[in-house]
């Protein structure tokens, strides 16, 4: 099969024809009058010997006479049509016997044509070169069936032809690795029933319309259980109206990076807990469930103390050493969905527990300290503990439509740095209703 065009194409190759008859007269006659043509000529006077040569050379044509002594012309073209290397070679029957029962039976069996003699020398050349060029254009239209099948067969997407319906109509071998069935066991299934969590859809054309045409992400169950991810595109087929061509696409691998990307993006990249951005989306979401909910909030503000003095001392690797200690602790305590620590920037980490009152948000506070300082990181330096130690500070809102983020915040940092004022790796607390009016009292005297 030619894919590609050579360079210089060869000089066409001359149509051989082959022909049979026991009267030797004719076959000069016809050979002469064929070599004249310009095509290959081969001869046999018997139909065993047409055989032979048929098998052996494959010609383009065969001429065949009908009343031939032992396998006659008939018999001949049946040998030929049930042999596969033989059966697409046209044959024109010659015959004297010109009745519409012997002409009818010689096209039952296969025949492409059929001369009545005696031959007409004109019109046997006419229908010989009828004859080739229709087959040359059969074989044409062969040649490119082939190639469109070998295209689409050795390609990596799954290519399926769909109905309007969802009904399947063919699947190229691919499908096989995307779905999970051998291409055969989806022909006739519903395109509808392989795509996941579209159980609006009643049936297979409901199915259809809302997949709809162009490009779509989808979740497509395989036969092993699991869903992947893909894009399904569907086009429909101009040529075959009601039929649609689906192309499927694996885009797991692509779908798991973008996923770690995500990730990445939402962690602090050096204690690899939740980073400031996370946690005030996080912060968000929570607030309008605390609102909704009237479910008390409480937000920790923790930070290190005299951790210059101990980066001064031990470095800045150590520093960032002791900071994924910090983290960690910290994160070992916020264990429900509705916890998240999270680094908030330097030395500072921040901890929301929803669904939680002052008194219990206190407690979980103390336990985290007490675990810093439990860690024994030598701050060697530092006046208030040999060892590494934070101060904390508490704030608890049960929210409403009136109250703001920026409330809860400011006070649990008031907190904080009231208990660095007392005297450091101490938890302080606050209430926001009445600790956010000394902040605005403060700020108004
Ligand atoms: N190693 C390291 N140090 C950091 C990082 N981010 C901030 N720091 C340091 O943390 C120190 C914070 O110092 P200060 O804000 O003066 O506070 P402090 O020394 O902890 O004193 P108090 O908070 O008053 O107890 C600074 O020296 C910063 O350079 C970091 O990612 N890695």
Same mark, same amino acid.
């Given at each position: ?13 001359? !149509? ?7 009267? $030797? ?26 055989? @032979? ?5 494959? !010609? ?8 031939? !002594? ?19 070679? !046209? ?50 239209? /062969? +040649? ?18 769909? @109905? ?27 395109? &509808? ?42 086009? $429909? ?17 692509? /779908? ?15 204690? #690899? ?16 469930? &605390?609102?909704?909910?009237?479910? %008390? ?27 994924? #200690?910090?983290?960690? &602790?910290? @994160?070992?305590?916020?264990?429900? $969905? ?9 030395? +500072? ?5 929803? @669904?939680? *009152?002052? %008194? ?17 990181? %030598?701050? %060697?330096?530092? *006046?208030?503990? $040999? ?32 208990? #660095? ?6 938890? +302080? ?17």
């Amino acid at each position: 099969m030619t894919i590609l065009a050579s360079a210089a194409p060869a000089a066409p190759r001359k !149509p051989a024809i082959l022909i049979v008859d026991d009267a $030797p007269d004719n076959i000069s006659l016809l050979r002469a009058m064929l070599l004249r043509q310009g095509y290959q000529t081969f001869v046999a006077t018997s139909g065993e010997r047409a055989l @032979e040569i048929a098998q052996r050379i494959q !010609p383009d044509l065969v001429l065949l006479d009908v009343v031939m !002594p032992g396998v006659d012309g008939l018999e001949t073209c049946r040998r030929l049509k049930a042999q596969p290397a033989t059966a697409n070679i !046209p044959v024109i029957f010659m015959s004297a016997r010109g009745e519409t029962e012997d002409i009818v039976a010689g096209f039952d069996i296969g025949a492409a044509d059929y001369i009545p003699k005696p031959l007409r020398m004109e019109e046997v050349c006419a229908r010989v070169r009828a004859q080739l060029r229709l087959s040359s254009g059969n074989g044409a239209d /062969k +040649e490119q069936a082939d190639c469109l099948r070998m295209i689409v067969d050795s390609m990596d997407q799954g290519l399926l032809i769909v @109905e309007r319906c969802g009904r399947i109509q063919y699947a190229n071998p691919s499908c096989d690795r995307y779905l999970g069935y051998a291409a055969e066991q989806l022909v006739g299934r519903s395109l &509808a029933d392989l795509v996941a969590q579209q159980d609006s859809y009643a049936d297979g054309c409901s199915a259809m319309e809302a997949i709809g045409h162009g490009t779509r992400e989808v979740l497509i169950r395989h036969r092993d259980g699991g869903l992947r991810a893909m894009d399904l595109t569907m086009t $429909p087929m101009h040529a075959a109206d009601g039929l649609f061509v689906a192309l499927l696409h694996d885009i797991t691998h692509h /779908k798991q990076s973008e996923d770690a990307l995500q990730r990445a993006a939402m962690l602090d990249p050096l204690t #690899k807990i939740a980073n400031r951005r996370h946690f005030d989306a996080f912060l968000e979401k929570e607030w309008q469930r &605390a609102i909704r909910n009237a479910q %008390p909030l409480s937000l920790v503000v923790l930070d290190v103390d005299h951790f210059k003095l101990y980066n001064d001392t031990l470095g800045h690797a150590a520093g960032d050493l002791c900071l994924q #200690k910090v983290a960690q &602790a910290l @994160e070992a305590h916020a264990l429900r $969905p509705t916890d998240l620590a999270a680094r908030f920037g330097g030395e +500072e980490f921040v901890l929301l527990f929803g @669904e939680t *009152p002052g %008194p219990a948000a206190a407690r979980l506070a103390e336990a985290i300290r007490t675990t810093v300082e439990a860690l024994h990181i %030598p701050n %060697p330096r530092s *006046p208030t503990s $040999p060892y590494i130690t934070v101060s904390v500070g508490v704030a608890t809102i049960v929210p409403t439509q009136l109250d703001q983020i920026e409330q809860l915040f400011l006070c649990a940092d008031r907190a904080m740095y009231a208990a #660095k004022e007392a005297g450091r790796n101490r938890v +302080e607390s606050a209430v926001v209703g009445a600790a956010w009016d000394a902040v605005r009292n403060a700020a108004m005297h």
